[in-house]
Nanobody, 127 residues
Framework: VQLQASGGGLVQPGGSLRLSCTGSGLNFDKYVIGWFRQAPGKEHEGISCSDPSDGGTYYADSVQGRFTISRDNAKNTVYLQMNNLEPEDTAVYYC?????????????????????WGKGTQVTVSS
């Protein structure tokens, strides 16, 4: 199983980025995909999740209204559209997959409670 997050970069405050999480070696459409981020010196924060069992999505308060998660199972890809970025969004962003429905691990910031993890992508928001 491989997961790969991509799409990070340097952006000015108020700017946008779209992250992609592409998976291989798993029945992608059966897995919950969660987005986590880790800022320097901080723990992993679960920020968004896509649950294919009911089509549900989850957003942490810190990103609600600014980030949008979507998935294209035909491409084995989940996207995270990030708008109105703030310096506080600076972090390494990771995607992870979980068989357990309900986005529980994401909601509880339990990054290592997911089943599979990908390498992260750096997002830096700075003027």
């Amino acid at each position: 199983v491989q997961l790969q997050a991509s799409g990070g970069g340097l952006v000015q405050p108020g700017g946008s980025l779209r992250l992609s999480c592409t998976g291989s070696g798993l029945n992608f459409d059966k897995y919950v995909i969660g987005w986590f981020r880790q800022a320097p010196g901080k723990e992993h924060e679960g920020i968004s999740c896509s649950d294919p069992s009911d089509g549900g999505t989850y957003y942490a308060d810190s990103v609600q209204g600014r980030f949008t998660i979507s998935r294209d199972n035909a491409k084995n890809t989940v996207y995270l559209q990030m708008n109105n970025l703030e310096p506080e969004d600076t972090a390494v962003y990771y995607c992870a997959a979980d068989t357990l429905p309900g986005c529980i691990a994401t909601k509880t910031h339990d990054y290592y409670g997911m089943d599979f993890w990908g390498k992260g992508t750096q997002v830096t928001v700075s003027s």
